[in-house]
């Protein structure tokens, strides 16, 4: 009797063990996808945060038309001329 009952068991353990790495594997591979995506876009020269440069994390380094026009009009309003 415990004979069958071990090899349900078995199998349920490996029905849940593929299945949890199978998640696993898709949660890896969407989020690796996001990030290429966000790097292929940043490297393109798109902006990745929605042409919102106040809050972006890459500002600093940013070098397309709109924050570059932002730190420019800054520095003015910081040097005193308008």
Do not use: H, W
């Not at 990745?48 to 809050?55: A, E, H, P, R």
């Not at 994390?57 to 932002?70: F, K, N, V």
């Amino acid at each position: 009797m415990t004979e069958p009952f071990s090899k349900i068991q078995n199998r349920r353990k490996l029905l849940t063990d593929a299945l949890r790495f199978a998640g696993l594997g898709l949660l890896g591979l969407v989020s690796t996808s996001a990030v290429l995506k966000r790097r292929r876009l940043k490297y393109d020269g798109y902006c990745i945060n929605s042409s919102i440069c106040s809050d972006c994390r890459i500002y600093e380094d940013c070098g397309l038309p709109q924050a570059l026009s932002r730190k420019q009009a800054m520095e003015k309003k910081n040097n005193g001329t308008k």
